[in-house]
DNA sequence: TATTTCTGTTAGATGAATCTAACAATAATA
DNA sequence: TATTATTGTTAGATTCATCTAACAGAAATA
């Protein structure tokens, strides 16, 4: 039924990949690395030792020492590359720091499925194999991401279209959800201002790409009432003031 | 100890996001809608609901409609706009399939940090306000990836660095993992050959930007022995040949 | 050899999340 | 109103993953 992947179950997944680990420095795995290497009793990894022998996915008898088979290594390295895979996204790419990625990784690393894996394998080679677009990244986004660690702080703006005004070419064309009239719709664009509203905006829902529809405008004392993949939500004028979108659906009126 | 959000677990979140789901078109939740959107039991909804009102996160009594406090509702926006990110990120930007993005998205949505998605947002706006970017993406790492969909087939060799040839700059540089010589390191660029060799590869933790190094050649028959971080690892000389290196640390002889 | 220490195992408990089966309360219908 | 769904709850069981405490076996030391 919930069997994902035929009685291998995260916890379990996990142990292999740490004997892989162990196995990588000792040559031989022992309960007591398993238990430090995961930060868990020894009185826990003895039952996953036996039901990851009657997997036939380690070797293993009472008190002896612990080898993986040929599919529990298999197991183990997809864990590991999955593992990897992700934390590289994190760190390299979106720029989180090491050990939130790290902790990030071990969560996730359970539930990528093999075809995102394979697409986000394909999506480093990618990026290596095409000078411009590591350049961009790097430059463009990288620099701006700096921004976002010095909290509230504003990222140099030749070069970061995100917060703040930025570089925004197309600045022209966005305007702020506070000037949507009622019954118009927008597509988000982005978020400007500094990193606390940024994140109470996303932790809502607000988040590039996603329409907006605006029910009641707001005043300074009277909060917005909008609609957001249908579920309606009140937001402060303030707010609404720094979520910039590209109009559709101009139905109503026209603001500035 | 291991309450990673204040007694707030991941089967909590799905709850909280599937009450919100349901107040999006009915005008109520209840315990038989709830059941239904997440695929199980009504008697397993009950002490899930009796739980989350303890935490004060949705009000309820015995028999009664469901409703959200202002705390549930905050988790589950977050909780939902989490799993939006993850989707969009599956689907708009690795390609990965819909129905497939979702399950990842739904399992993943639960350990992604709050920084990590802060910083996910920000890469789709990102992308959104480079027009460079977001053509260098589609028209290269996009039509690559349909390539991989036809199973085993070859993408369109002027646009796709990735599989085969393709475009690559920097080919010349490039060399066989099978060409290495013993002891010499290389760092892995790409995986040339068709969808299930790649993936294989992969699953072993043939990534690109991981660093193996050779123990022993192979031959016809002998498979190569490499090290990748740490572990060893036995492959066919056929998958040796399809790993494309970019060589480091050029210590023992030179080959073409 | 005897003793101590370290390592691994077992027994028993806990907590989360689920289920089925039986029951109760409410709503819909005859 | 009486009967029949429908809906929600409870009781009790199961599975997984963990824990602590007590014990057993092996190795190191006296």
Redesign the interface.
Known sequence: MSDPKNGVTGSLEDYLEAI?RI???SSVARVRDIADNLQVSPASVTPAMKRLAELDLIRYSKRSYIELTEKGA?IA??T??RH??LS?F?TE?????ST??E??AC??E????????????????????????GR??ES??GS??EG?DQLGSRCSKAVC??IDT?????QGDLSSLAELPPGCSGTI???KGG?AD??SL????F????EVTMDRPGSDELPCIVRL???R?DIPLSAALIVLLRRVDVTGGGSA
């Open positions: 892989l196995l990588g420095t298999g390295r997809r590991a590359a990897r895979l590289r994190l790419i979106l720029g989180t720091e939130q990625a902790e990030d969560a996730m359970h539930h990528l499925s093999d075809s995102s894996m394979e697409r986000l394998a394909a999506f480093f080679e990618f990026i290596a194999a095409c000078p411009e677009l961009l990244l463009g986004f701006c991401l976002l279209p995100i930025g570089c925004g070419e197309e664009a982005r978020i990193r940024r994140r996303i932790d809502m829902g988040i590039q790409g996603v993949d249908g579920y939500l």
